[in-house]
């Protein structure tokens, strides 16, 4: 097989691998698809830099596959099983999405600075969408079980409950995805307004 036929298939198939794992987040359902079951490679990233140390930095959509396979999945396979997760496992996978490093490169919050071809181009502002949304949205998934219940044991002051960390975390990621949908709108509300994932976590924030 030709390497551009090669690098197709690689890039649908795990464009389908994240937007799967991604809905079943959203849905509540289970994915479709396990890594058990997987041997594709990830596509050639021809995106990739070297920041100034000489160390290769991911490019966007590299880093989109990795954090569906790595940290959408595990967030997955810890909340949509017939058994709640421990606690500690949930603190254990917050802590495996907080030590995710995002390449210095990416600029999702670029300002009309940075110049009006960029700040209004609308492949740009979701690309930024994204990245600045990997981390507060796989923590949404994570904790709004225990950020409710830290709501229902402790109602007039949440951070009584042991769950206090999933509170304050769930509270400060809805706060950046509202801030980030603000952002999205004001730089492209044609695409915003058509992007279901994008309303469906800022009500999904507000209504927390």
Known sequence: MDPRTVQKRRTLFWEVFTADVSHSLALGRPPAMHLSYIDCEFPIDEEATLNDQGEIQNGFWRMKYTFGRDL???????TLVAK???????????????????????KPYV???????????????????????????????????????????HPANPLLSPFAPSFLTAFRSASVIIRATAH?????????????????????AAGG
């Open 184 to 204: 999205q709108f004001d730089r492209c509300a044609e695409m915003a307004m058509r992007v279901w994932f994008l309303l469906y976590h800022t009500f999904s």
């Open 84 to 106: 709640s997760p421990s606690y500690s496992t949930v603190l254990e996978i917050d802590r495996k999405v907080r030590e995710v490093a995002f390449p210095t490169s990416f």
């Open 111 to 153: 300002t009309r600075e940075d110049g009006d071809e960029l700040y209004y181009s609308s492949s740009h502002s979701l690309q930024g969408f994204y990245a600045s949304q990997h981390r507060t949205v796989t923590m949404i998934y994570l904790h709004r079980s225990f950020f409710a219940q830290a709501m229902l044991d």
């Open 72 to 78: 959408f999945l595990a967030v997955s396979d810890a």
